[in-house]
């Protein structure tokens, strides 16, 4: 099997990253290497795992909304030596043979490749173990993407998600990577799927999970107002579409904005309260 790197950044989240590195040592294909990518967190908690940990730290520019996740992700693909990268969000866990079957799509094209996620109804304890078997029992599929096409190559790149997946090194410079004038939460994937789109690139998506670690979420995402909004705005001048309309659609409802996916214009009236933050948290599996 060809060579690849595990690609992840972290911001705080100490036993998601355990439980993710201990899912990679299980696995039924190992990589080369993982590089660890800590965002604004100089002084980690050093980490166990059977595969070489490369470390790489970086911090949020001044009067940046949010954490650096473009920038995070674009270091972390500076810093592998592979030809070939697989993307991971910290709180998931790759499922047994996950990295076989991504690895083997590589091979096969020069293609951009999402796994199949899969969110957990409730947190795990904290010495549980885990197996496939289990995981699945403990979670459930995401509604959006029941009718995806799972053999062939499709032209849904909205669809693509950055939480798992694979790429070749070359095609990720060919874009460019991610691009870095997305600050924090939300956009800056879907303009990675419509990069490579450009290039000519297809987009599959495998029925192979990954396991969505349970955390505590806001629906809709009021707690990144102010990013969503500044990333909408990018994706739409350079795409002429709106990304994430479910979230735009909610903020509207709320009187937060005045918006329309067939309109150029987004209108800000007011900020969230922190009451209303508070009130949209959910403990739901997604």
């Not at 439980?19 to 050093?46: H, K, Q």
């Not at 297809?202 to 995402?221: D, M, N």
């Not at 918006?259 to 900020?271: C, D, I, T």
Request: proline letters at 5%; a negative charge.
């Amino acid at each position: 099997m060809s060579e690849f790197s595990v690609l992840i950044i972290v911001h705080g989240r100490t036993e998601h990253l355990r439980r993710l590195l201990a899912g990679i040592d299980s696995s039924t294909a190992l990589p080369a290497e993982v590089v660890i990518v800590y965002m604004d967190e100089p002084n980690p908690e050093r980490m166990a795992c059977s595969v070489p940990l490369r470390i790489v730290h970086v911090s949020s520019l001044e009067r940046q909304a949010g954490l650096p996740l473009a920038r995070a992700r674009n270091a972390a693909a500076a810093a592998a030596t592979t030809e070939n990268f697989v993307f991971l969000d910290v709180d998931s866990i790759p499922s047994t043979r996950l990295f076989e079957a991504l690895i083997e799509a590589l091979v096969f094209e020069d293609v951009l490749v999402m796994a199949e996620p899969r969110y957990l109804r409730a947190k795990l304890g904290h010495s549980e173990v885990v197996v496939d078997e289990q995981l699945f029992e403990k979670s459930v599929a995401h509604h959006t993407r029941v009718d995806l096409p799972r053999t062939t190559i499709t032209s849904k790149y909205e669809m693509f998600w950055s939480l798992g997946f694979a790429i070749r090194a070359s095609a990720f410079e060919s874009v460019e990577g991610f691009d870095e004038g997305y600050n924090g939460y939300g956009g800056e994937d879907t303009d990675f799927a419509f990069r490579v789109r450009e290039i000519g690139i297809p987009v599959r998506f495998l029925l192979a999970s990954v396991f969505h670690q349970h955390h505590g979420v806001y629906a809709p995402p009021l707690n990144h107002f102010t990013e969503i909004l500044s990333n909408a705005r990018r994706f739409r001048e350079r795409w002429g579409v709106w990304p994430m309309e479910g979230w735009l659609r909610a903020f509207a409802e709320r009187g937060l904005i005045s918006w329309a996916p067939s309109n150029s214009n987004l209108v800000v009236h007011r900020l969230p309260k922190s009451s209303e933050i508070t009130e949209v948290f959910s403990t739901a599996a997604y």
